[in-house]
């Protein structure tokens, strides 16, 4: 069945580019610790950087996230490479990053404040030792200190910039912790939010259970219909959840990114979508529960979750096996 089908814009409303291609944590609902040494990785050039956010400054679109399968705060030159968005982009495109927050100390805290950054979302899955440090794998003290370092340098200096949000993963360890984790950050002025997990487009563990009453007709995807998406190569990928790279639409050394956002190869893969063709579209899209719509409008899966958290901590245990043999 077609979909109602909203036509792409001239130019992609949001930009995500991944500066650096390395994570420091090992999330158990993440993709990146089962495909990281299946990917080649580095840093973006300067070049490439720059030619994005150089075409970007002519189309103003309304974010750019300096942030792609990766941990942003790694990347040395991110202070660097925020000031250069803001420099030619102003106040009209929302420069953001989401990072775990393990690495935030002073000193990063006022180069990203000095560079314009305009919003931080720190992904911090759990409120307690126990829980946060079983689902991330970082180190809960270092972490809650750098996020409370945050807040207090705010404050202390009156700064409406960069706005801070929090922002938790619903898995079955932490979902008791949720209304808590919204409670307690709320009353320290900082926004809190949850998001259900999803699949990443089938690159972690399928679970029909995640949406218990069943899934229904596709619907369209904002994601390449409204974004793209640079690893740092200078390589456009599909969207945010083809961590293998198996939909490369060319490269931005070569094109421009309004070139890639309207290729034949991703306006083809739009037209199956929008006839209900599913079955042409690539694998990562026609595993992806992003673009289902689950029947039940429910946010809250507490109790559904064990069979796949018990597959995410055989898989850690396996890689750590794997990691520890080489």
């Avoid at 805290?109 to 314009?116: K, N, V, Y």
């Avoid at 270092?142 to 009156?158: A, H, P, Q, V």
């Avoid at 055989?314 to 520890?324: F, G, I, L, N, P």
Wanted: a positive charge; aromatic letters at 10%; hydrophobic letters at 30%.
């Amino acid at each position: 069945m077609a979909v109602n089908y909203e036509t792409p814009p001239d130019f992609p409303e949001r930009l995500h580019i991944q500066t650096i291609s390395y994570c420091n944590a090992h999330c158990l609902f993440c993709a990146y610790p089962r495909i990281a040494d299946k990917v080649s990785h580095g840093i973006m050039e300067d070049a490439v950087y720059q030619k994005i956010i150089d075409e970007a400054a002519l189309y103003q679109p309304k974010r750019i996230s300096l942030l792609l399968m990766n941990e942003p705060l790694l990347d040395k030159k991110l202070p660097e490479r925020i000031a250069y968005a803001k420099q030619h982009l102003g106040d009209r495109t929302e420069i953001t990053i989401t990072s775990n927050g393990s690495l935030l100390t002073q000193k990063i805290i006022d180069r990203l404040i000095e560079a314009g950054l305009d919003r931080i979302k720190i992904s911090i899955q759990g409120l307690t030792r126990d829980t946060y440090e079983q689902i991330m794998g970082l180190n809960y003290q270092r972490t809650f200190e750098g996020i409370d370092r945050l807040i207090e340098t705010m404050e202390r200096r009156n700064l409406k910039k960069p706005k801070v949000v929090l922002s938790m993963v619903s898995v079955g360890q932490n979902e008791d912790e949720i209304r808590k984790y919204k409670r307690y950050w709320r009353r320290r002025g900082v926004k809190a939010t949850s998001v259900a997990y999803e699949n990443k487009g089938g690159n972690i563990e399928e679970n029909i259970e995640l949406h218990p009453f069943g899934l229904e007709q596709r619907k369209q995807c904002y994601r390449f219909n409204r974004c793209a998406y640079f690893i740092y190569n200078g390589d456009a990928i599909l969207c945010c959840s083809d961590w293998t790279r198996s939909v490369v639409l060319g490269n931005i050394k070569n094109n421009t990114i309004r070139e890639l956002f309207h290729s034949k190869q991703l306006n083809s893969i739009r037209e199956h979508f929008r006839t209900g063709n599913y079955s042409a579209l690539p694998p990562v899209c026609q595993n992806c529960k992003k673009t289902r719509l689950p029947k039940s409008s429910h946010r809250s899966f507490k109790g559904i979750y064990q069979k796949f958290l018990s597959y995410f901590q055989d898989q850690r245990s396996r890689a750590r096996a794997d990691h520890t043999s080489d």
